[in-house]
């Protein structure tokens, strides 16, 4: 086989250069280790910027995000017995989007399937060869494949093959807890999202529809889930967010599926080795705290597909040599900002940091000047910035 760009893995990062690519005449194949039943019914993100909402509207990919999404003005931070709004809009004049990742990912695959795309789902031992000269090898059904191709990107995670042919720096931060995730089958019991600091560990309320709440509980690193009935969970979650505060309530009902989530922050730099390039979680981790893992991978590959369309079709490689230093400037600033909602909202067990971590939310909720820099991250920077 071959094509014009090899890319591995097929979730929104892949799809979404595929669909990119093809807008600007350049050919891809894409294969993917997972069934697409798994990739479009695995759990993950469900903040949308506004800068990658107004991305996916301009390249025909908007149309269900905006019927069915929820748009929110902003956030709510709270700890014990106080809890603030703060307005995006106000502050920045321009808000988030509450549509899963899972949506996402049956957009991008409903339309590269109308558009004819070639995907390789349940794929075995892929392995990227030669970044001077680069193919692609993998295994279906027992038959080896070989896949050449200009340019191969990688957009298959941080445990993917495509990294080990990039060398480079790694930079790494493990954190000592982690999340304990549930999806629940009850209205959410709030209008945008509540943010909750506490002695017992952070927690926050989400929500997927108007009839899915997903809610996260910080737990201990090595938190074993069977220890967590329904029961615990929905008790943890009503003191941690302050059921009964000022008459508000948090309303249970069926939960229909529970994960542990490690809490993890990956650098990897640089982003290119020759001809072979990074994109998404291949390239960078941020914990989940500050909404930024998808919308990272979307502007990875916005940056990114123009770079492989001048590259290919006019053999122009200014793009392509600056598409690294260009990521990840808005990585770090992401990488940045993960860190900084992370560190102000999780309990450590040190009553010094918690008296630090309530002066820092008493700033932001208080000041103009520290909301206004929550709100400009949260809602987005400029793709490209």
């Not at 019927?67 to 902003?74: L, M, Q, V």
């Not at 809009?89 to 109308?114: F, I, P, S």
Request: glycine content about 10%; aromatic content about 8%.
């Amino acid at each position: 086989m071959r094509t014009q760009v090899a890319i591995i893995g097929a979730g929104p990062a892949g799809l979404l250069l595929s669909h990119l690519l093809a807008a600007g005449g350049v050919e891809s194949v894409v294969v993917e280790t997972r069934t697409r039943d798994y990739v479009e019914s695995r759990i993950r993100a469900g903040i949308l910027e506004h800068s990658s909402v107004e991305l996916l509207k301009s390249v025909g990919l908007g149309d269900r995000l905006t019927r069915e999404g929820d748009e929110h003005r902003g956030i709510y931070l709270q700890w014990p017995a106080e809890r603030h709004h703060i307005d995006f809009h106000d502050l920045v004049g321009r808000g988030v989007w509450v549509y899963g990742q899972t949506e996402v990912q049956k957009d991008l695959g409903r339309a590269r399937d109308a558009a004819g795309q070639e995907v390789r789902y349940d794929v075995r031992d892929t392995q990227v060869h030669d970044p001077d000269d680069p193919y692609v090898t993998f295994t279906v059904d027992g038959v080896e494949t070989r896949l050449d191709a200009d340019v191969v990107v990688g957009c298959d995670g941080s445990f993917g093959p495509t990294r080990s042919v990039v060398p480079g720096r790694t930079w790494e931060r493990t954190y000592g807890y982690s999340w304990l995730g549930v999806l629940a089958s009850v209205a959410p019991s709030t209008d945008e999202l509540i943010y909750a600091w506490h002695p017992d560990g952070f927690a926050l309320n989400s929500m997927r529809s108007p009839t899915v709440t997903r809610l996260y509980l910080q737990v201990p690193a090595d938190t074993d889930i069977g220890e967590w009935s329904d029961e615990r969970i929905w008790d943890a979650l009503a003191t941690r967010l302050g059921h009964g505060q000022d008459g508000w309530k948090l309303t249970r009902g069926p939960i229909t599926e529970k994960s542990v989530l490690p809490m993890r922050s990956l650098v990897q730099a640089p982003m290119r080795h020759s001809r072979v390039f990074l994109a998404g979680d291949a390239a960078h981790i941020v914990p989940p705290t500050g909404a930024k893992g998808l919308n990272l991978a979307v502007s990875d590959v916005a940056l990114l597909a123009p770079a492989l369309v001048a590259l290919v079709r006019e053999k122009d490689s200014r793009l392509a040599d600056e598409y690294s230093d260009r990521a990840l400037r808005r990585v770090w600033r992401c990488t940045h900002f993960s860190w900084w909602m992370t560190t102000m909202l999780h309990a450590s067990g040190d009553e010094f940091d918690a008296q630090l971590q309530l002066s820092q939310l008493r700033w932001v909720a208080s000041s103009v000047a520290g909301s206004t820099g929550l709100a400009e991250n949260y809602a987005g920077l400029p793709i490209g910035f």
